[in-house]
């Protein structure tokens, strides 16, 4: 065990674990921020994403010991963020979740997606949400709400 | 599972049919499962949903206006959550802003009102449940009229609602809030007369989903995300090979992990495995990791994939239980060979993965247990935790959970995750432990759609049309040894393997279907949409390839072998002809139409894409769907099944689209070896089109998946000169 000081969405977090311990785990057994879901554990789902220094990241397979100082950013956030809350009110006037599982990860993706391309084309949407399964397979409405919060963001 | 028109003509034919069945299984726990149709007359240890349903269970008007409606099932993706109280609400002129929607607990009045007990399945919510809650909402509404009335001194009839409001003759007006005390004295009338449907004000309208937010700011709570004061961890190692036994079992390095509170040996529905209990996951997942077994393999059927094709295209070669049979038995001596088609087709094992992964919370304190359970079968999963902690159903009180997916899977006839969880949980008394199955624990666990070999024999005849069709079905039986055998499986055959294809909607002379179901120590369940996964993928390529052969257009040619009662698919035929012809008849180079159409739960679906080729796989650029279901409650939702449903198909064409057997074990591990649909996969886009209806609404869940498999390898066909028979679809 050992303990690590995290900035999570902005604030100090003190926790006491395992040092192999997923950031996932710590961020939803430690904090009890459960927004960010466990699908697979090795990174094949993007269930888990969140931004790490602002970059997508599978919180699943990086041990809390690797974070160090980065700024931990989580779907719990989201609202606090002018892309994150755009991407949020395209995805409820779009009607995109079915079972909701996968979604924050999908919204953490598609806010890294707008932040780096403002404006996605269906390749772009391809690529970096390529790694986001919904097994509902909610994926039209997913493109459809990015390309609306992209507009609504410019 | 059959629809609601099949399962009501088998309760009328089945007068008494209590399933008193049970499956003593290898680890020595008993299924004893008992139904009550309340179709039929009964006595016995549950009671059947009650004549007249409470509108107090499942209205509950609070002081502050707020309407909270209780919905009788799971929701995990298909959205009742909304549907269902849409529904009420209408009826009951509540103001829907207002409205909060919350999932039942198992208890007999959440049972449906078809199957007896409480459960999704069969794409039956809407199709079940929308007069029980129209009736709900009406009557509700009445007792709050008779209550305003009481107060104004004015007759009933003389008072109009809307928005949560009474309002009387004389410009008197009252909220439902204010009212509701007085009116839950009133007694609930037994008859209502219900809106038309052009009163409507919610039923029929694009309706957005009332869960959306909580979905998107990741407050929405899952079972996996329950947190309890004390609660534990725990994970099962389960044996590699299906029924496989602990022989030893060395702990020591796993028991030395700081955190890890228990070690022990558990039976399992098959077999048995060992529990690790922990307090967090990621200590029990280590511990596990850490710990040394020997199995005991003795005796074991070790199922082989490539063995089981052998044995599989063996047995199609021979007729098997008839599950139909029309004409002339011996048609087909009289077909020439120049006529006939002989076409084999293999369909893998699929597992369901739902994005959640399987988890049950227990609490027990030695009287009761709590269960937090994201199921689809509620009455069963509380009966087993009961039995197997010694209690009664009603003595486990039971939440219903939201789930991240289901597709079937969390509708398991014996409860396996359940007994797990509650075996774990006697150990520790008063202490509440959630059991968490890994997604490796899910893709090598078992309870697949089940592999199917097909054989077809066609004889063609005049105009191309198709005068003998003789086909073999080999798969597993759902439910063969369960209390749904009785109900299910007739002359020998599981409705399940032939749903499809024995009730096929065109018009084949002599048509024979048969069925083999072979034992297989493999673990078997309904994967959405179920039978219809591989046969409406045979009938509709091979519908499409006499098409072709007969030089007809592909529409024009179903069309013209549809039955002539088959109303609602050609209607759904018509429509996606009409919305799709545009763009069908003016593709870019490289890209070919497909279509297909097929029922299934009664709602009829007819379905083109348009598909092109890239890097050996299909890119399927375009969906058009038109369908029939009756009245759509929520066009939007309904909408959303669709454009969602048809790429959820798609899972049966990914190259890693197959779960495979070597010596006994599972060839996958996670999504890096079973590989359902991404973004690029699924269509890019999806339009939908609804046949409008004022017909008795039926479920659009399961009706999405079968169409889309069968219209992108028929479009791959133009593309390639080729037919494929064998899914996955590995390369192009």
């Not at chain 1, 100090?12 to 927004?35: A, H, I, Y």
């Not at chain 2, 769907?625 to 798609?650: D, K, R, T, W, Y």
Request: net charge neutral; glycine share 8%.
């Amino acid at each position: 065990m050992a303990i690590y000081q995290l900035n999570v969405n902005g604030q100090r977090k003190q926790v006491n674990v395992d040092p192999s311990t997923p950031l996932l785990w710590v961020l939803r057994e430690e904090l009890k921020m459960t927004g960010t879901k466990y699908g697979c554990g090795i990174s094949a789902c993007g269930a888990c994403t969140v931004h790490v220094d602002g970059i997508a990241t599978r919180s699943c397979v990086v041990p809390v010991s690797l974070i160090g100082d980065r700024s931990i950013v989580t779907i719990e956030a989201m609202a606090q963020d002018p892309v994150g809350r755009a991407v949020q009110e395209a995805w409820v006037d779009k009607d995109v979740v079915q079972c909701g599982y996968c979604q924050s990860g999908q919204i953490m993706s598609a806010v890294a997606l707008l932040k780096a391309t403002p404006k996605p084309t269906d390749t772009n949407i391809e690529e970096s949400m390529g790694g986001n399964l919904c097994r509902c397979a909610t994926y039209v409405r997913i493109r459809e709400a990015i390309k609306s919060a992209s507009q609504q963001l410019s | 599972m059959r629809t609601a028109a099949k399962l009501q003509e088998d309760l009328n034919l089945n007068r008494r049919s209590f399933l008193h069945a049970s499956a003593a299984a290898a680890g020595g726990l008993l299924l004893s499962l008992y139904f009550d149709f309340p179709a039929l007359a009964g006595d016995g240890n549950q009671l059947p949903p009650p004549k007249v349903y409470p509108p107090d269970a499942f209205v509950h008007i609070r002081p502050d206006g707020r309407i909270v409606i209780t919905v009788n099932r799971l929701e995990f993706g298909q959205g009742v959550q909304t549907s269902l109280p849409m529904i009420l609400a209408d009826e009951m002129d509540a103001d829907w802003s207002q409205v909060i929607a919350e999932l039942a607990p198992a208890a007999d009045v959440y049972k449906d009102p078809l199957y007896g007990i409480q459960m999704v399945g069969g794409s039956g919510s809407i199709a079940h449940s929308f007069q029980q809650y129209r009736e709900l909402g009406g009557k509700t509404r009445a007792m709050l009229v008779a209550a305003a009335a009481k107060r104004w001194r004015v007759r009933p009839d003389q008072c109009r609602t809307q928005a949560s409001v009474v309002y009387g003759p004389n410009k008197q007006l009252a909220k439902y809030a204010d009212l509701s005390s007085e009116a839950a004295r009133e007694p609930v009338p037994e008859k209502v007369s219900l809106k038309n449907p052009s009163e409507f004000r919610l039923i029929g309208k694009r309706v957005r989903r009332l869960d959306s937010r909580a979905k998107c700011d990741g407050s929405q709570k899952f079972g996996l995300d329950l947190d309890l004061p004390g609660m534990k961890i725990a994970v099962v190692l389960h044996p590699p090979v299906f029924g496989g036994r602990v022989k030893s079992l060395d702990d020591k390095e796993a028991r030395s992990i700081d955190g890890v509170r228990d070690v022990f040996e558990i039976p399992l529905v098959k077999g048995s495995g060992v529990a690790v209990v922990a307090d967090r996951f990621w200590t029990a997942k280590q511990a596990r990791d850490h710990l040394k077994i020997d199995w005991d393999l003795s005796g074991i059927e070790k199922p082989d994939s490539s063995q089981l094709w052998t044995r599989y295209k063996e047995l199609a070669r021979t007729p098997g239980n008839v599950a139909m049979a029309l004409g002339d038995e011996k048609a087909m001596d009289g077909v020439t060979p120049a006529n006939r088609i002989v076409a084999e087709y293999e369909f893998p094992y699929l597992a369901h993965t739902p994005m959640e992964p399987l988890n049950t919370t227990i609490r027990f304190d030695g009287e009761r247990a709590e269960a937090w359970v994201p199921s689809q079968f509620q009455t069963m999963d509380q009966m087993a935790i009961g039995e197997v902690l010694g209690l009664k159903p009603e003595q486990v009180t039971f939440h219903t959970e939201f789930a991240g997916g289901g597709f079937g899977r969390r509708a398991v006839i014996d409860s396996h995750v359940q007994r797990e969880a509650a075996t774990i949980a006697r150990r520790f008394r008063g202490t509440p432990v959630k059991l968490i199955w890994t997604r490796e624990d899910d893709v090598r666990g078992g309870y697949y759609r089940p592999m199917h070999a097909h054989r077809v024999e066609i004889g063609i005849g005049p105009e191309g049309m198709p005068a003998v069709w003789r086909h073999v079905i080999v798969g597993q039986s759902l439910v063969a040894g369960t209390p749904f055998a009785a109900m299910l499986i007739k002359n020998g055959v599981d409705e399940t393997t032939v749903e499809g294809t024995s009730d096929t909607s065109y018009n084949i002379p002599n048509f024979h279907v048969s069925a083999h179901n072979p034992t297989v120590n493999v673990p078997v369940l309904w994967w959405r949409s179920v039978g219809h996964t591989h046969n409406a993928f045979v009938m509709e390529t091979l519908i499409d390839e006499l098409a072709t052969r007969a030089n007809m257009d592909p529409i024009a040619y179903r069309r013209k072998l549809l039955k002539p009662e088959a109303k609602k698919l050609r209607a759904a035929l018509d429509l996606m002809d009409e919305k799709s012809a545009a763009w069908r008849n003016n593709l870019p180079k490289g890209h070919a139409a497909g279509v297909s159409c097929h029922e299934a739960f009664d709602t009829a679906v007819a379905c083109a894409v348009d598909v092109s080729i890239e890097n050996k796989r299909p890119k399927i650029h375009r969906v058009t769907i038109a369908l029939h279901c009756g009245l759509a409650v929520n066009p939007l939702a309904v909408e959303s099944q669709f454009q969602a449903g048809v790429g959820f198909g798609v899972t049966q064409l990914m190259a890693k689209g197959a779960i495979t057997f070597k010596d006994g074990r599972v060839e996958q591990r996670n999504f890096d070896g079973y590989t359902p649909p991404y973004i690029m996969d699924a269509p890019t886009t999806v339009d939908v089109h609804i046949v409008p209806s004022t017909e008795a609404p039926t479920g659009c869940g399961e009706p999405p998946v079968p169409v889309i498999s069968p219209a992108v390898v028929n479009a791959l066909a133009k593309l390639t000169g080729k037919r494929y028979r064998s899914l996955p679809l590995v390369s192009v």
